[in-house]
């Protein structure tokens, strides 16, 4: 056997050695070979600084390589990295008590884990061994994740070509006011009608059997969709109609990103289940799950299992912990109401000059932007949105764009809470620049 060396190839080689030996798994490769990451900024072999205005995969809320989460991970590793999954340390411990302490009654118990799927797979399983049933419900442009239970409830995509899904998973459609499917006189969404309807559909197609809802405060992979103030009350309702559970997904929304702790605050209800992820580790693959003593002791009584090989890991347990002290320290909720606001003053601005903009949502430091052909009839363009993409990047702006089939490209922006207005503005003009351009080349 011959090992090669680890010299830095040269950029012909790594994109060969790239095609021959990666598995791709969604989309084409950025076509950049990133060097390093330090704050708001990537930079590439080649020398380019690049604006990452999507927080590596949605995920970095204090930027890349914060000198406080530096440390930490270098402190833990060299005294304790990883354990045997029945074996408990002081960090993890810490992080489940202090985790709750942000969240209001009744959730108190925390299951520690690594990924998004993995945390949604987890209250599932709980959610539908403490009901005793089965059957799932999820909103029509979901994402949960691309484990069987979580991908089962995932909709925006990924759904084709994989064989069946996990029995009992049902659908409904997602409270968009920019496309309403049903509307009041004035033509806004009437999404009290849609949610009754919506349920009228669930109800003929259950066997009996609903264990949970599983959705997203803000839907992220399905446009940064924000359903209106009042629905979560109203579906928290139809749940307890039918002894179902509330989770709550709050992967990319969590800790701060939206201006409060967790977005579910907007609407004062209080899942049976929270999940948390991405922001949680601020990078690295951390998540929880959460939920009440009495479910945990109902789970826990009927046999709950879910022993994996990273559950309850002290190293990112510690990193955990950082991110609450830099949360809490530096006041980054109140940061994020207020870059948040700068950041759609901007956005607004943007629409106002171009008429390729149809819409500009989402909260805090969650922002989506709809481009469409024609502002009037809201017609969409795949080719609009992948111009303006590329020369975003081209620029030096990274963001991120989801097609869902009748709805315009949407860039998802989720800058760090670290970020500054000099970022912010930065990101601003080279996104003005590049609608602008791609606009006037179609």
């Known amino acids: ?139 029509a442009r979901s994402w949960h994740g691309m484990t069987q239970a979580a991908a089962s409830a995932t909709y925006s995509a990924g759904r084709k070509g994989y064989g069946p899904g996990a029995p009992g998973n049902f659908a409904i459609p997602v409270p968009n006011a920019y496309r309403p499917d049903f509307t009041t006189d004035d033509g806004s969404l009437d999404w009290r009608r849609q949610l009754d309807f919506a349920f009228d559909l669930i109800d003929a197609q259950s066997t009996g059997s609903l264990a949970a809802c599983l959705v997203e405060p803000i839907l992220s992979s399905g446009g940064i969709i924000e359903p209106p103030a009042g629905y979560f009350a109203a579906l928290h309702a139809k749940c307890r109609e039918r002894g179902m559970l509330l989770i709550l997904d709050e992967a990319q929304t969590g800790l701060c990103r939206t201006g409060t702790w967790y977005a579910f605050e907007r609407d004062g209800v209080v899942p049976d289940i929270l999940t948390l992820s991405k922001t949680l580790g601020a990078g690295l693959p951390l998540a929880a799950v959460i939920t009440s003593a009495e479910i945990e002791q109902e789970a826990y009584e009927r046999g709950f299992l879910f022993f994996t090989t990273h559950v309850a890991d002290p190293l990112v347990a510690a990193v955990g912990n950082t991110v609450l002290d830099v949360l809490i320290g530096d006041r980054l909720d109140e940061r994020a109401r207020t870059l948040g606001a700068f950041l759609h003053r901007g956005l607004a601005d943007i629409a106002g000059r171009h008429t390729a903009v149809g819409d500009v949502r989402g909260r805090g430091l969650l922002a989506g932007l709809e481009l469409v052909a024609d502002r009037e009839t809201k017609q969409h363009s795949n080719e609009l949105g992948a111009r303006v993409t590329r020369r975003c990047l081209e620029l030096g702006l990274h963001l991120n764009i989801v097609q869902l089939a009748g709805m315009g490209g949407v860039l998802r922006m989720a800058p760090p809470l670290t970020a500054t207005e000099d970022e912010l503005s930065l990101g601003l003009t080279m996104l003005d620049q590049a609608i602008g351009e791609a606009s006037a080349a179609l």
Do not use: C
């Open 1 to 139: 056997m011959t090992v090669s060396t680890t010299a830095p190839a040269s950029t012909d080689t790594f994109w060969t050695d790239a095609e021959r030996h990666l598995v791709r798994y969604g989309g084409e490769f950025t076509r950049e070979i990133i060097d390093r990451a330090a704050g708001s900024f990537l930079f590439t072999a080649d020398g380019r600084k690049i604006l990452d205005f999507t927080s590596g995969q949605m995920s970095a809320i204090l930027g890349h390589s914060h000198p406080e989460i530096v440390a930490t991970v270098q402190r833990q590793v060299a005294s304790l990295d990883h354990l045997f999954s029945g074996m408990l340390s002081r960090p993890v411990v810490d992080l489940a008590r202090r985790l709750t302490e942000t969240l209001p009654a009744p959730l108190e118990k925390a299951l520690l884990l690594t990924t998004g799927a993995e945390s949604n797979e987890a209250a599932i399983r709980m959610a539908k061994l403490v009901t005793g049933k089965h059957e799932i419900v999820s909103f």
